[in-house]
């Protein structure tokens, strides 16, 4: 009876210093360090940091960012040399499966990361875990429930429904979606989708190409009616057959000339800002057509490398940007990051519940809430981001082949086992060395 008593007033004694820790400063850490990452999470961290300033006033933090690409061949340089990478760093979900083993990047579980995993979502948590199963390397700072956006101004205009519960209804089928792809468009003038391709490519956004034995798996529910709904709209020129992200794509985003497109709810603040910053009711977004699943497109991660000098500073930095409503929150108002840290849905109902302006009052964000809670744990590999890129090169090159869905699919698999034959021998060797490698 008394050890018993004596854990309860310990409990006690713990939630009362953490209640304090939450309420008062902490001055007790102190020092310097450096984050990087990207644009636009600089953006998120300068919203955050008068919160956190006022929780640590002794820690100094520096902001180095830089373009996505360029930072993450700079953390992999420095991390290889043992020098050079910040103490806190972003890592982008398309590259979190190169670095969940990597010995150079802190043990997050030495500094009690897993008393946060029940406030995170599976499918993201079990990405920063190593092989083995012993070492957390990361923490989940945002998701991309999928989501696909569409012009209402332009539905309207042709006689379609704008309300997303319609839309949702119309588009619940691939003969519902490619009707109203032929009402959005108008052949050399308008279309519905940057490219032809991507409804295919919606199926793998989750990145889960590989099973855990490392075989390819392209056969899924739908996918044979999503290829041929592909093939019809390339057909009908009913697509741009541009890349979503080039400044064509972009141009015509804007000017309502191509109706549709798909991302991560992250692209909801890429259309206030970069893309269409005057496009205040004229956007909608509902969930993927065809009956796909809710599925997850990218997100990122913080890691503090092995090489940092200040590693309490840096956890607590970590700690409140991504494990605390407050730091979450604010990012998410700065720049539509939307946070994997589940509670902080809850504790601000004004970012999620109440509707947004520039949807017209429709709330996407309750609904990417929705998607987010559904999402599946999937298998990741260091061959998915190669993958990821032949789901419209395959396509496309079997379209002009003149072949059948099926043959496309062929195709697919055998583009991917080409392009990442190496990577694969690499995963298998990662496998081998954590022990866990089930294959021959």
């Known amino acids: 009876m008394k050890r ?79 020098s050079g990478a910040p103490d806190v760093a972003m890592v982008e979900g398309a590259y979190i499966a190169q670095y969940k083993n990597s010995l150079a990047l802190c043990d997050l579980n030495q500094f009690g990361a897993q008393d946060y995993k029940d406030d995170f979502g599976p499918f993201k948590w079990n990405q920063a875990i190593s092989d083995d199963g012993t070492r957390m390397v990361a923490i989940p700072w945002d998701l991309g429930p999928t989501l696909l956006y569409y012009r209402t101004d332009v539905f309207e205009e042709v006689g379609l429904p704008t309300d997303p519960a319609e839309v949702t209804a119309l588009m619940s089928t691939w003969d519902g979606f490619k009707d109203i792809c032929e009402k959005v468009s108008i052949p050399g003038q308008r279309w519905a989708l940057p490219s032809a391709a991507y409804p295919y490519q919606w199926m793998f956004i989750n990145r889960d190409y590989y099973d855990e034995n490392l075989n390819l798996v392209l056969e899924r529910e739908g996918d044979i009616d999503c290829l041929n709904t592909c093939i019809d709209i390339r057909k009908n020129g009913w697509d741009m057959n541009v890349d979503m992200w080039s400044g064509e794509a972009y141009a015509a985003y804007q000017a309502g000339t191509c109706v549709m497109v798909a991302a991560g709810s992250w692209f909801s603040g890429f259309l206030k800002t970069d893309i269409d910053p005057d ?81 017209g009052g429709q709330a996407p964000n309750k609904l990417a809430a929705e998607i987010a809670s559904k999402v599946p744990a999937v298998y990741n590999t260091i061959m998915d981001t190669t993958a990821e890129g032949y789901t419209i090169s395959s396509f496309n090159a079997g379209y002009e082949a003149g072949e059948t869905a099926e043959q496309i699919r062929d195709r697919l698999g055998k583009d991917i086992e080409v392009a990442c034959a190496e990577l694969k021998l690499q995963q298998i060797q990662t496998l081998k060395d954590a022990g866990v490698w089930k294959g021959e």
């Open 4 to 82: 018993i008593l004596a854990l309860v007033m310990t409990l006690v004694m713990c939630l009362s210093v953490m209640s304090l820790a939450s309420a008062e400063p902490n001055t007790e850490i102190s020092g310097y360090i450096e984050v990087g990452g990207w644009p636009s999470g600089d953006d998120g961290f300068k919203a955050a940091l008068p919160g956190f300033n006022e929780m640590y006033p002794n820690i100094e933090v520096e902001l180095v960012f830089t373009d996505t690409t360029a930072h993450h061949q700079s953390l992999q340089t420095s991390l290889a040399a043992g």
């Open 279 to 359: 496009g205040a009711g004229h956007w909608g977004a509902v969930a993927l057509p065809g009956g796909m699943p809710a599925t997850n497109w990218g997100g990122s991660f913080l890691v503090i490398p092995e090489q940092s000098q200040n590693k309490e500073a840096a956890w607590a930095f970590l700690t409140y940007m991504l494990c605390t409503a407050e730091g979450q929150n604010a990012m998410f108002k700065a720049v539509d990051y939307f946070p994997a840290y589940e509670p902080a849905w809850t504790a601000a109902p004004e970012l999620y519940e109440v509707g947004d302006p520039y949807f």
